[in-house]
């Protein structure tokens, strides 16, 4: 248990240096925009990028990564770390900033930023994200903010990638290892 509150301590204190990073980047009218937007990206794919990309059309970006516990809440264990998937993140050129997404909910993240736009794939308009999205349409109304949802890349998700490398390891495991 005591193991268990140092980290939680060590994650607040993280939020925290994240929060005065985000100071530097005041809204004036000579500043570009603030655009969350949040994502697991455990293993990067096109589909990410493109979301990155239209929110890098809209101003600068926010990439509100989710935690490991985030992503188990209702996937599966991420294949890459949090500390790991930041580091990638960090380093993509559309990305100005990267800040913990501590659960699915949007709105602690939202709140403290007040980000002019929220992009995310159309993908969440129907089926168990359609929750997350009112809610996040519900925070953005608040101070005039708006939802972009570029169309969800087809044919590419972290699970499927996932599943092709576990079946391509199991056939290499049929065949002997060659």
């Known amino acids: 248990m005591e193991g268990r509150v140092q980290l939680l301590e060590k994650e607040l204190a993280s ?9 530097k980047y005041p809204q004036t ?35 509100g990564l989710l935690t490991d516990e985030a992503i188990i809440s209702y996937k ?3 294949v890459v770390p949090w500390e790991k998937r930041k580091l990638v993140a960090e380093h993509l050129r559309d990305v100005s900033l990267v800040i913990p997404q501590n ?33 996040v349409i519900d925070t953005l109304r608040t101070w005039g903010g708006s939802l972009v949802e570029p169309e969800y890349t087809k044919g590419i998700s972290t699970t499927d990638l996932i599943s092709a490398c ?3 390891v199991a056939d290499k495991q049929a065949d002997g290892g060659r």
């Not at 939020?15 to 100071?23: G, S």
């Not at 990206?41 to 600068?60: C, E, P, Q, R, S």
């Not at 969440?124 to 009112?134: C, F, L, V, Y």
Request: hydrophobic share 35%.
């Open 76 to 78: 599966r264990k991420p």
């Open 103 to 135: 659960s699915l909910d949007y709105r602690p993240n939202l709140l403290a930023l007040k980000p002019q736009y929220v992009v995310h794939g159309s993908d969440w308009k129907t089926g168990p994200q359609s929750k997350t999205r009112q809610q």
């Open 29 to 63: 009218s000579h500043d570009a925009p603030l655009v969350y937007i949040g994502m697991a990206a455990d293993i990067i794919h096109h589909g990410h990028i493109n979301v990155i990309k239209t929110g890098a059309l809209y101003g600068k970006v926010v990439l």
């Open 166 to 168: 576990s079946e391509r």
């Open 15 to 23: 939020l925290r240096l994240e929060v005065e990073e985000l100071k």
